[in-house]
């Protein structure tokens, strides 16, 4: 009788911690938390963009001018230099440094490439609408690439494999290595640096993905409003908002970023984001404990405990997802024909 008792708490324990966790997978889902979807046709059907479908040709192309250095004036930086794979996505640096070391003149940071594609608008202050668009500015920023449209043209056009692979993809047009079309395979690349997380595995239904802690972290990001903001299957991305709203940012004084026409900033993403510091739009916060506090403070008007810190960066940590393998590029040779590199 006792064991059969012991067998009853058991089942009983683990259907109470089961409906606890349903319950709390459902307040997720109603203050908007969203999982990067299982299924590989529904997350495909989220991610592409009907404008530029992906295709494995696109992929390939895009990867590999993702990696190239010649889309820069000198041929030294790639998109990878400030959004490296290898590093969450980043560059790790508090402000984005391009051609001839020039820190960006308003002292931002790099926002991580991966889960990009969930942004609803691509840089901090949301100028471009797309991971297509977003792509071709950094190439000819000044202070990033400093790449002239047409030079960068020119570079891919002297390389016969790039104008194959552009022939290819784009059969009806004459001319097909634009700028626009680079932009666009590009894009479709970034379109795929998605990282699920134990958080998605929570939210399909594996309640032990989280531990008792990751689970506390989560209710109290929800109960004191971190997910008014930071919801949408990126947790974050999906709006822009003022920065600050309640109360004077500390390091607001670091560079001269107010957001755009309207003060708006969009909200950044917050999968991966224990692996991403420094924080903020410049990069003027290395610790993540620092920086939830801030946002308690500047965003919501309160001011978080030593324990609700900690038990939202333990949720917060959940968010660390499984980084796509991308093997790096051999790209085609440059040929005579090549423009040659430019340092001034």
């Known amino acids: ?39 590989h046709a529904e997350l ?8 530029n479908p ?5 992929l ?13 004036k000198s041929s030294l930086i790639s998109c990878n ?17 391009g051609h001839k070391w020039e820190h960006n003149p308003h002292h931002l940071n790099s926002p991580t490439v991966y889960n990009s594609v969930f942004n609803i608008k691509q840089f901090w202050d949301g100028r471009s609408p797309d991971l297509e668009a977003q792509a071709t500015g950094p190439i000819e920023a000044g202070p990033e690439m400093a790449m002239p449209a047409g030079l960068a043209v020119e570079r891919i056009s002297s390389i016969p494999e790039y104008v194959n692979n552009f022939r290819r993809i784009f059969p009806g047009q004459e001319n097909p290595v634009t700028l626009e079309n680079i932009g666009k395979m ?11 997380s134990r ?9 032990a993905a989280l531990n008792a802690k990751e689970k506390e972290g989560l209710t109290t990001f929800i109960d004191k409003g971190c997910s008014a903001c930071h919801n949408g299957v990126g947790i974050g991305g999906g709006s822009m908002q003022a920065f600050p709203a309640v109360k004077p940012y500390k390091y607001a004084s670091l560079g001269d970023f107010k957001g755009d026409a309207k003060g708006m900033v969009k909200v950044p993403l917050l999968r991966n984001i224990a692996e991403t510091a420094p924080y903020f739009h410049n990069g003027a916060v290395w610790d993540l404990d620092e920086a939830v506090k801030i946002m308690g403070e500047t965003q919501l008007g309160v001011t978080l ?40």
Not at 54 to 58: G, M, P
Not at 60 to 72: A, C, H, I, V
């Open 1 to 39: 009788m006792k064991l059969l008792n012991s067998a009853a708490l058991i089942l009983l324990g683990l259907s109470v911690n089961a409906v606890a966790a349903e319950d709390l997978v459902k307040k997720a889902s109603d203050a908007g938390l969203k999982p990067i979807p299982e299924n």
């Open 44 to 51: 495909f059907k989220l991610i592409d963009n009907p404008n």
């Open 54 to 58: 992906i295709t494995r040709e696109k």
């Open 60 to 72: 390939e192309l895009g990867k590999k001018l993702y990696f190239d250095p010649r889309l820069s």
């Open 81 to 97: 230099t400030c959004h490296n794979l290898a590093l969450g996505g980043i560059d790790g640096i508090s402000t984005a440094i």
């Open 186 to 196: 590009i894009g479709a690349f970034e379109r795929m640096l998605v990282t699920p």
């Open 199 to 207: 958080f998605d595995d929570f939210m399909h239904g594996d309640h």
């Open 305 to 344: 405990t030593g324990q609700e810190t900690n038990s939202i960066i333990a949720f917060l940590n959940s968010l660390t997802g499984k980084k796509p393998e991308v093997h790096y590029p051999l790209l085609p040779a440059s040929t005579a024909k090549t423009p040659k590199p430019q340092a001034d």
